[in-house]
């Protein structure tokens, strides 16, 4: 059974999950085996690469990616613990079109509720979610279709905390919010030192190196030398992101910072596919996999 601190977004049977129940999880906070999950992101209804011109509420080759990517996921064998979406659920932003706003995350419900019953979803809020520079209006949207913008849980004896990273991009207007989060996330970390800890966020800290310039697609650089320190020293091994629609990988320390491809609308050579992550004894592994190539079956 699933240990959350917060209540978690998860979608199961065509509804947004309230309690906190999900038996399909490996044995809470005990690791017994091997066991994988599948991460995907910036699948975005509603952005197309390049450029074009569209009717507005057309966003048909994004849910036809998002449909493939549920029918493989679900004929995955044996099947994922869960599946993450690491921001970016959407194109449209919350304090723009209102109506397309809506239309595209009520889209979204309906693809990925047909996930099968023992997958569950995890929602990575993205800057696209709230808003580049996000109010307490956005927030408060955001929450209210897809529950808690930040939380953590426990799969098979690991630790896995979920963040809003736009807290850390632009907090100008909403800086009681983005503290708040910075608490728990420090608490988390205190009580939790030393365990095993995987953190899912959408900007990522750094895409190559821990020295790389701003930029639109990473952090400030004061700010990560500050997180990933501390990232690292609690004993987290992995950060996985997304919004940088192309794959990329850097490390800090021990950490690793694993951006993955967009399911929507890649911008780079990557094609649109999906990430499985193996969770073993002492170790991690993940290879990205356009979604023609998604195996039939995982071996862990």
């Not at 955001?142 to 799969?155: A, E, L």
């Not at 896995?160 to 608490?187: G, H, M, P, R």
């Amino acid at each position: 059974m699933i240990k959350s601190n917060k209540e978690t977004i998860v979608w199961k049977k065509h509804k947004i999950g309230k309690e906190i129940g999900y038996d399909q999880f490996k044995n809470n906070e005990l690791w017994t085996e091997n066991f994988y999950f599948v991460i995907a992101a910036d699948s975005q209804f509603g952005y197309t690469w390049p450029y074009k011109e569209r009717d507005p509420k057309d966003w048909k080759i994004e849910t036809d990616r998002a449909i493939c990517a549920v029918d493989k996921i679900n004929n995955l064998n044996p099947r994922p613990q869960f599946v993450v979406i690491c921001g970016d659920l959407v194109n449209e932003m919350p304090e723009n079109d209102t109506e397309l706003n809506e239309l595209q995350i009520n889209e979204f419900k309906q693809i990925f509720s047909k996930l099968h019953s023992s997958i569950s979803l995890i929602c990575v809020c993205g800057n696209h979610d709230v808003g580049n520079t996000p109010t307490e209006n956005s927030i408060y949207k955001y929450r209210f279709n897809f529950g808690p913008d930040y939380f953590s849980f426990w799969c098979g004896g690991v630790l896995f905390l979920v963040i809003n990273s736009q807290y850390y991009k632009d907090s100008s207007k909403i800086e009681e919010l983005a503290y708040e989060q910075d608490q728990w996330l420090t608490e988390e970390l205190n009580k939790h030192k030393g365990q095993r800890i995987i953190v899912f966020q959408h900007i990522p800290w750094i895409l190559n190196n821990i020295d790389e310039n701003n930029g639109y697609f990473n952090i400030e650089k004061n700010l990560r030398f500050k997180m990933l320190e501390k990232f690292n020293s609690h004993g987290v091994s992995h950060v996985f992101s997304g919004h940088y629609h192309k794959n990329s990988t850097g490390f800090y320390k021990n950490l690793e910072i694993v951006t993955t491809c967009a399911l929507g609308a890649p911008m780079g050579e990557d094609p649109s596919g999906l990430r499985i992550v193996k969770m073993y004894g002492n170790n991690v592994t993940h290879i990205y996999y356009s979604l023609e190539q998604i195996p039939s079956s995982v071996i862990i």
